[in-house]
């Protein structure tokens, strides 16, 4: 089983990213997706979340209408736009079927800096 986020990296204020998470080794299909990041010194926290089939989404406050969270059979992704310093974090992605068979990625560092 895993999960391999990609697509982090250093981005211009104003900028965008697309971070992506490719499952393997289990039906991902049938899993709940998530995004969370953490920021240095501060708890992870919840960015978007996206349904088994997608057909909803969820997001944090801090990026509605800023990021967009999709997926396709064994990717999820996280379109990042008009990116901002305080959205500098590690960003995990999150495959969740129930509270005992939930996995997650090894994070990917985004950096928002001029």
């Known amino acids: 089983v895993q999960l391999v986020e990609s697509g982090g990296g250093l981005v211009q204020p104003g900028g965008s990213l697309r971070l992506s998470c490719a499952a393997s080794g289990f039906t991902f299909s049938s899993y709940a997706a998530s995004w969370h990041r953490q920021a240095p010194g501060k708890e992870r926290e919840l960015v978007a979340t996206?349904?088994?089939?997608?057909?909803r989404t969820n997001y944090a406050d801090s990026v509605k209408g800023r990021f967009t969270i999709s997926r396709d059979t064994a990717v999820v992704y996280l379109q990042m736009n008009s990116l901002k310093p305080e959205d500098t974090a590690v960003y995990y992605c999150?495959?969740?079927?129930?509270?005992?068979?939930?996995?997650w990625g090894q994070g990917t560092q985004v950096t928002v800096s001029s």
């Open positions: 999150n495959a969740k079927r129930s509270s005992w068979d939930d996995y």
């Open positions: 996206i349904t088994r089939a997608g057909g």
